[in-house]
């Protein structure tokens, strides 16, 4: 069975791609867009992960056993994003001692 990392074109493609978001990122840098500027670079930060696991890391085509840990990771991840903001977000809950 042919693999699909069998050849260095998908690792020549996504090393290109990975170049050009790295572009796209840093001319972004230099637009205003206002709120959408962290927006679009999350975006493309999202596109870039996408690509470092699915290539490089071998995530498409490959075990199980590397898309269950991939998914831990990212599980893991939301859970640590989900509890910083809801301390970020309930700050101002409670007034300081004393007032």
Known sequence: MKSVYDSYRPTLLTW???LTLTLLTSLLGLLNLGVMTPVIAVIIAAVQA????GFLMHAIGDFALVRVVIAGGLIWFLILVTLTMTDYVTRGWLLPSGK
Do not use: R
Request: a neutral charge; aromatic letters at 0%.
């Open 50 to 53: 996408c690509l470092i696991a």
């Open 16 to 18: 290109l791609g990975l």
